[in-house]
């Protein structure tokens, strides 16, 4: 740690340990070769782990395995441009406990220089409540749109074709006589008209009912043949799912992938600058892969925290136990690919 001149290091450094002692995250600081020389109570409490078996571990060991692989690189990559940093911006990060539970995290970093080592002080915060919340609201939002588009097509649209009618038995008593008032009842007739197919197609957009009839493969290709004749941008479909998949496949389910396909085609349309859009889904192997993919502009770092598109879609892959990633190359455009553990009985 950098003490000033004019302090007593060991003054500063109790008063340190203090501050760390005291912050309510999880606090560990790491050496350049990862291995732990600090944590907080509050880390403890977190991991599972004793003051002293910490110190004889390195970080990695709380990573979980699937990503253990690549946290010796990347940790390398911070200590090579040291900077106050979030760790693994736009990623899902998670830490795993000494009793093998994993746990989803928020995690700062700062550079903190020793002597002639450079250190790293990563506070960690357990998300998992907010996380939880988060998919709550996607939940209830889901509910929420299906209860509006319910009403607007039972309530609104029947009584608006109520009010056509109404208005068309009016205009046909006052065509012989009153011609002139007839042909403005026909207008409002008409607009009436116009007013239902508007509100039905909104509803539909809230409700997919396509879904439930026809499933969620025949759903995906009818949103994305709308999205061709509406943008005229180059939209294909590739299917290498059985007919069975729309018979096993829970509802619940569907409607989350029908949202994530949703989002992501109207992203690339809206941000991408493409001039096709292909949309895969396939089950391989115990997985149902579903992919976006645009050949257009790609995307910029920190692009995915700019909107709500992107978190309502983690958080809608979070809900049916889906695993969601983003590639995106300047040169080859944008992929959103959704993984969901599934296999056909
Ligand atoms: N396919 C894409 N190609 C290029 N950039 C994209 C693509 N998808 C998203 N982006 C970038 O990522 C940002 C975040 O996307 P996100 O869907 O979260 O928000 P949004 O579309 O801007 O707004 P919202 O979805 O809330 O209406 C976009 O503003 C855009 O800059
Ligand atoms: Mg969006």
Redesign the pocket.
């Known amino acids: 740690m950098n003490v000033p001149e004019n302090e007593n290091p060991d003054v500063a450094n109790d008063r340190f340990r203090a501050v760390v002692e005291s912050a309510p995250n999880g606090i560990v600081v790491v050496s350049q070769v990862g291995l732990i020389t600090m944590v907080n109570q509050r880390a403890e409490e977190m991991f599972g782990y004793s003051r002293d078996e910490f110190m004889e571990m390195s970080v990695d060991q709380l990573v979980p395995n699937r990503f253990r692989g690549a946290h010796p690189s990347r940790r390398e990559g911070f200590h090579s441009h040291p900077k106050k940093r979030a760790m693994g911006a736009g990623r899902d990060l998670y830490a795993v406990r000494k009793d093998g539970g994993e746990f989803p995290v928020e995690i700062a970093l700062t550079p903190l220089p020793e002597g002639d080592e450079n250190h790293v002080l990563a506070s960690i915060v357990d998300i998992t409540q907010r996380k939880r919340l988060e998919v709550e609201i996607v939940r209830i939002s889901e509910n929420e749109q299906r209860r509006i588009g319910q009403d607007l097509h039972d309530d609104l649209c029947s009584q608006l074709s109520g009010i056509g009618c109404l208005t068309k038995v009016i205009e046909q008593k006052l065509a012989s006589e009153n011609p002139e008032e007839a042909a403005l009842v026909k207008k409002v007739t008409e607009m009436v008209g116009q007013a239902g197919i508007r509100a039905r197609e909104i509803a539909k957009g809230l409700v997919p009912t396509v879904l439930e009839t026809k499933g969620l493969s025949r759903a995906i290709v009818d949103l994305v043949s709308r999205q061709q004749d509406l943008y005229g941008i180059k939209c294909e479909v590739k299917l290498k799912v059985s007919s069975r998949l729309d018979e096993q496949l829970p509802s619940h389910v569907a409607v989350q992938l029908y949202r994530i396909t949703q989002?992501a085609v109207a992203?690339?349309i809206?941000?991408?600058d493409c001039d096709s859009i292909l949309v895969e889904l396939k089950l391989i192997e115990g997985s149902l892969e579903l992919s976006i993919r645009?050949d257009?502009?790609?995307?910029q770092p920190n692009?995915?925290s700019?909107?709500?598109?992107?978190?309502t879609m983690k958080r809608r892959a979070e809900v049916v136990g889906a695993a969601l990633a983003v590639s995106?190359a300047i040169s080859d455009?944008?992929e959103i690919k959704c993984s969901l553990p599934f296999a056909l009985i």
């Open positions: 989002e992203n690339a809206k941000h991408s645009d257009g502009k790609g995307m692009d995915e700019e909107g709500m598109g992107f978190f995106a455009g944008t």
